[in-house]
């Protein structure tokens, strides 16, 4: 069962900093890639053929990925492929659901299936189509605005939404706006603190449940002055697993700390999640850091070779 854990030792950082490459060495011959440049995007709307052809009028928006549409007569729940939005509650939450609607509101569109037909919630996985010319991938052009994460699920236009993701956050859209969700402080600065992920370390790809120690990241403060991180969050691109951050955790200027997803002391050189499964071990994921108002400071897509 998934736990949020909260790190409970107070401490600044004093550990030097140092720099790696963009490929990082796992403890197996598993290697991470850091995506820092994307082709552009690929994305080709193609309607199926007429008799595969799927279509619901739209008649709600949940949230900034899911919808209603009636298909056949009859109401189903809508997840879109490959995407995941900001829930109502969070930042961004409300821009994120506006986007969709602006899109797809009182519309027929076209529904296509890619995968596994539904979630574990039983909501239909598809991508949603508007019949225009030319046609609108809606999951793409939400990804493309800011408003949704791009997921490594394996979806057949995966790589094509990891560019568009690559380029929202480059141009500082949506939800990666700086400051979008407000400034911490009391003044004004001119860009977010620079911290960066700059090292991973993952657990064999075959191996979920290993010493969950050896499964990390490392947080580098590439800014002038020291960064407080209490009450920031460190979440999965999904949002599912989350980590809080104690009140007294900061990182000096050229500093760094290591987060292991197992058990460990907290001390001046780590933070431990303290989970029992692995977080990062997939075929690849987003490491995205928020500030306590929800700003993203980093975003962190990785991808596994091998």
């Not at 019949?131 to 994460?149: F, K, R």
Request: hydrophobic letters at 35%; aromatic letters at 6%; a negative charge.
């Amino acid at each position: 069962m998934l736990r949020t854990a909260t790190v409970i030792a107070a401490f600044t950082l004093v550990l030097a900093a140092c720099t790696s490459g963009p490929s990082i060495e796992t403890e197996t011959t598993t290697t991470a890639t850091v995506t820092e440049e994307s082709a552009p995007s690929t994305t080709q709307v193609t309607l199926p053929p007429d008799e595969d052809l799927v279509r619901g009028t739209v008649d709600g928006v949940l949230d900034g990925d899911t919808l209603q549409a009636v298909v056949d007569g009859r109401q189903v729940d809508i997840q879109l492929i490959g995407i995941n939005a900001p829930e109502g509650d969070e930042c961004y939450g409300d821009q994120a659901r506006s986007a969709l609607a602006s899109l797809v509101t009182g519309k027929t569109v076209v529904l296509a299936s890619d995968g596994p037909d539904a979630d574990a919630d039983g909501r239909l996985l598809r991508y949603v189509i508007v019949e225009q010319d030319p046609p609108i991938l809606v999951n793409a052009e939400l990804v493309s605005s800011g408003a949704a994460v791009p997921l490594h699920s394996g979806h057949s236009k995966q790589d094509d939404f990891l560019a568009r993701g690559d380029r929202a956050y480059a141009s500082g859209k949506g939800m990666w706006g700086t400051f979008v969700c407000g400034h911490p402080g009391d003044g004004v600065s001119p860009d977010r603190p620079q911290l960066r992920i700059d090292e991973i370390n993952l657990l064999p790809a075959t191996d979920g449940t290993g010493d969950l120690t050896d499964e990390w990241f490392r947080i580098i403060n590439q800014s002038y002055t020291g960064v407080g991180m209490g009450g920031w969050v460190v979440r999965n691109e999904m949002g599912d697993r989350r980590l809080t951050f104690s009140s007294g955790l900061g990182v000096g200027a050229g500093r760094f700390v290591r987060i292991a997803t197992g058990c460990g002391t907290n001390n001046s050189e780590a933070v431990y999640w303290c989970l029992d499964e692995a977080v990062w071990s997939t075929a690849g994921n987003t490491i995205i850091l928020q500030d306590t108002l929800g700003n993203v400071v980093e975003r962190h897509p990785y991808e596994v070779d091998g």
